[in-house]
Structure formats: C-alpha cells, structure tokens
C-alpha cells in the first residue's frame, strides 16, 4: 500500500538506526507526544533498538488517558439516565469511573452505543425525537473538527434533543506545562503528526525557541518514528532548538484551515483538568456561549462530582515523562487491562496497554539480545 509498505521496510529502518547510531555522541531524553506512537514504538521494539544514550519516554497524548476522572463520572450518570441515549467511541466504554464503566451502565439497562462519528450521533437524535441523545466529545485536536461539525450540523438540522459532554485538550499548553515543570526530563519532542495535519506545526518553533527545545513532527508507521528521532537527535547534536517536518507527506505548516475554521467557530479556550496531571491554564476547548444549549453539562445537572484516583496510579508521572510503566508497583499484577486501576492501562492509545500488550510485564526482554546491523 503506497505511503504505508515502504514506511514498514526493515532495510529502511536499519539503515535508519544506524546513522542514529552515527549521528549520536550523548544522552538525550525524547518525548514522543501521541500514544498512537507510544503504541508503534513498544510494538516494534523500536526503544530497545536505539543506542542507549537515547531514552524515549511517553507523553500525554492519549486521549482516554488524560481525560478526568470527574468527566467520567459525569459520562456515566448521564448515561444511566433512562431519557438518554448515550453514544461514544468504543474505547471510552471499558475506561472506569469510580465504580463503573459505561459497560456496565449498558448491562444495567442504560441506552448506551458506539459510533465511529459524531454526526452519527446526530442522526440518531433525528431518529429518536423522544430521547435526549449525548456524544461524549473526547480527545486532541484530531476529533475536534469532527465533533465541532456535529453541533454545526444539529443547529442546521433543527435537532434540539442532541448535545456532547466534551473534554477537547490541546498538545501545545501540554508541552509548556512539561517543559516549564522543576522536574521536566524532556529534551526533545516527536510532535504527533495526525494533530499536526490538522493544525499544522506553526505552533511549535516559538515553544521550541522558549525551551530550547527541537522537535521533529513524526508520524506512525517504524520508519516515521526512526526518521523522527534521528531529525530530533541531529538538531539536539547541532544544539539547534528548531522544528522540522519529515512528514511532510501529511502535513503542512499551515495545517487544515478548513478544519481549523470549524474548530473556531464553535469552541473557545478554557481551562482544563488532564487526569493525573492537573489543571493546565488555557489547554482545552468548550462550547462558545452561543452553542451552550448542546452542552450536555449544562443540559444535565452533573457538575458537582469530585472523584478520588487509586493511590497506587502512577499514571500522571507517566504521561510527563518522569516515570515509565513498569515503575508502577501495580503493573502487571493488581493492574492489567482486564483489572485496570487507571486509564493508561484500560485505553488502547495508553502507555501501560502497550507495555502489558507487549509483554514488558515478562521477564527476558534483555537490550543485549537484540542487534543492530
Ligand atoms: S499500571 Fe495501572 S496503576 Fe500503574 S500507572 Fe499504569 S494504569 Fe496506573
């Protein structure tokens, strides 16, 4: 498939790895921002195949991940409502609350579904007059666009029984909350190249500038992340704090204006809680004041829930790159995806998931077992 099959080729990324290799003469600490790449990265080894002086550590990129407890607790209570068809993506409906997930609100009676869009969420409002119908609007700067239409889309139609719980989060006030930490460990970024085509990176070069920091805007596939470390390791090398692009083959400078417009037009910056992390000023999206009737909380009176996390959750630290899974002492044993404790282990984009998937939980994963040509 062209643009995937020859970013999977194993001479490609080898040869890849070596100029790293070559390129390389100090630590360096690398963040990469989406759990889409943590994912890439532990299922193809790629961290056990770079040279030691080389640390990947993950960010808060999943979506699930960061998203607060709180709004969960939220989600579910609306949920179970017997007026409410609740609809999600599917990831959000294994993800506990503080005693449940939106499964078992579904086994309890709850009208609960998937969709793989939120306009499909508007259609089932149309289909379904008598109901109130919720989409849980979660996620970065991807799903922004589409779920922003959605209210577009339900203000033109006339719908007035649909309206999203949303939890919209940003990547740039992410880093600066990283970066501008007394503990950050980041000296370098694999920005995420799907937020990237569809904000473009214009963003970046000024947090890059203020920190001192280079980046590189990555995609997916095991040639993208190697090509994106070795462009970071070079400007680290060079002490250059710039921002390069080598996938260019999806995303400008400039980004998606259309989709930028959209986000725009019907979100403004708030404040946001990330889970295990906290308040971080101005780093999310909500409803304009003018598109408040399809704001769910206000629709439902949910806003006083303050739940508590598992004391035993690391997660936060994990996602600034402080700690990595397998420091939890929960890891593997009272949390694994069929118990998880927190939602970097419940989440498919999450750093724990990708460790317990592919079996860092085991023993004998040994860096001196595994070469480079
Ligand atoms: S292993 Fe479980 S308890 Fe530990 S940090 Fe990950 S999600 Fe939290």
Redesign the pocket.
Known sequence: MKFVTEYRDAELVQATLREIRRTVTRPWVIMEICGGQTHAIVRHGIDLLLPPEIELVHGPGCPVCVTPLEQIDRALAIAARPDVIFTSYGDMLRVPGSDRDLFAVRAAGGDVRVVYSPLDAVKIAQANPDKEVVFFAIGFETTAPANAMSVVQARALGVTNFSVLGSHVCVPPAMHAILGSPHNRVQGFLAAGHVCAIMGYWEYPPIAEQYGVPMAVTGFEPLDVVQGVLETVRLLEAGRAEVVNPYSRAVTFEGNIPAQRVIEQVFEVRDRQWRGIGLIPASGWGLRREFADFDAEQRFDVGGIRPAE?P????GQ?LQGLKK?HD?T??GTL?TPET??????VSSE?A?AAYYKYGRHLDGIALDEITVN
């Open positions: 598992s035993l959750c690391i997660a994990i899974p939890c929960a890891f949390c998880p404790l927190g939602a970097t282990m999450g724990c």
